[in-house]
């Protein structure tokens, strides 16, 4: 990371790191765009707000980034609020579905395979709505996560080689191993990709720091009990949909308490992640211990795969979907990033059969979306408070953190 000014008006970033923030932020802007139901952000809800302006000693931007970077807590406790604001209608319970279909994940196809404790499925219903989360963690083998939902919970509990999750609504459990330590890589621990805490989300916010961006001290809040700075991240560039970024740090630990990202547009908050009580005491140790339930239903990872893999009711299999997303790509810089890439569709959203086969998926895009022309032909643009997306009736994908207007110039551009 590049230094920051002592002005505290400043940026920071080195081009590969930034590079590698593009391209997993892409991995996860582009199908949620595209659908058009959400984005891979989570937010607390408005209403946890920050308490108390506690007298802390002056810091610098940098140096409050330097603070991050090196707190190196292994041990905490706690609970997280979470929900999210994307201005998108009342969709009756149908984003859930769509959401866990893209997944791609065992369970979603509504087949009676895999398991309905997979987390690469489960955990995408963070990406809508209000969730209360428990967490915990003791060093780099040993992580628990608990998603409550009314009088049913998720586990996903990751204790040494063993990676468990499990459902109580449906009394089902998936199982699956990994190398223990430095030897087992992020990828290969279930639901790793999937952020959860506001340090999670702080993570990525500072991968995308460079010379497009402001970075100053917003003062100090009280979060969770806890004295804590505010770091402000904002765009420099028109364009963005990103108004701010706000990270709250903790004094004493350098943790991120909290991460509020705040809509060029206004109002509500689109996320806004913290703790509503941390400790940073060991956990005991049974908080990771994991026994499936009498009469559960276990599901091994290998088997899980494979019904993924197998071509279903019509369904292709994963390594036929979307050929055309191997061409995806990167335009512009800074926050005007646009993710773009040709399904090889022709005739824009899928209409009669295909439509119904999306269950109800192209109307619905269809009913909000807008309309729009330009050199690149014409094509339909689909909006959230955060994300955007066009597709062009030749197949072709533009998708963002930036305005309609960024979109149709980037297509116009790409002529």
Avoid: C
């Avoid at 449906?170 to 952020?195: C, F, I, L, Q, W």
Wanted: aromatic share 4%; hydrophobic share 35%.
């Amino acid at each position: 990371m590049a230094p920051i000014d002592s002005d505290d008006s400043t940026t920071a970033g080195e081009g590969e790191e930034l590079r590698a923030g593009r391209r997993k932020a892409a991995r996860y802007v582009v199908p949620v765009a595209v659908m058009g139901v959400a984005a891979a952000t989570i937010g607390l809800v408005p209403a946890l707000a920050d308490s108390g302006d506690p007298d802390l000693p002056k810091v610098t931007a940098e140096q409050l980034i330097e603070k991050i970077a090196k707190s190196d807590v292994q041990q905490l406790s706690g609970t997280v609020r979470i929900n999210t604001d994307l201005g998108l209608p009342d969709l009756g319970g149908l984003e859930s579905g769509l959401m866990s279909g893209m997944s791609g994940g065992p369970g979603s196809g509504g087949d009676g395979e895999g398991s309905a404790a997979d987390p690469s499925a489960k955990l995408t219903e963070l990406v809508s709505g209000s969730h209360t989360l428990r967490v915990a963690a003791d060093g780099p083998d040993r992580q628990k996560l608990s998603l409550l939902e009314n009088a049913a919970e998720y586990s996903l509990i990751h204790n040494g080689k063993d990676v468990w999750g499990y459902d109580s609504q449906s009394n089902e459990v998936y199982h699956s191993t990994a190398p223990d330590g430095a030897e087992r890589p992020e990828k290969d621990v279930p639901g790793k990709d999937v952020p959860a805490t506001p340090k999670d989300f702080a993570d990525q916010a500072l991968k995308s720091v460079d010379d497009t961006t402001s970075v100053t001290v917003g003062g100090t809040a009280q979060v969770a009990g806890r004295d804590a700075y505010r770091l402000v991240v904002e765009p420099k560039q028109k364009g963005s949909t990103v108004g701010a970024i706000t990270v709250a740090v903790d004094a004493e630990t350098g943790t991120p308490l909290k991460f509020t990202l705040t809509p060029a547009s206004g109002g509500a908050a689109v996320v806004d992640v913290g703790f509503t009580k941390v400790s940073f005491a060991k956990p005991d140790a049974s908080t990771f211990d994991f026994t499936p339930p009498e009469g559960a239903k276990v599901t091994e990872a290998d088997e899980s795969d494979a019904a993924a893999e197998a071509p279903e009711h019509g369904r292709p299999a994963e390594g036929d979907l979307g050929e055309g997303l191997d061409g995806l790509k990167v335009i512009g810089e800074g926050w005007n990033s646009i993710a773009t890439f040709d399904t090889g569709a022709q005739g824009g959203l899928p209409t009669g059969s295909e439509a119904g086969d999306l269950g109800g998926l192209g109307g619905f895009l269809g009913s909000f979306g807008d309309q729009v022309k330009g050199d690149f032909g014409s094509g339909t643009v689909f909006k959230t408070r955060l994300v955007n997306a066009l597709i062009t009736d030749d197949g072709k994908v533009y998708a963002g953190a930036v305005t309609k207007d960024a979109l149709v110039k980037a297509a116009d551009a790409a002529q």
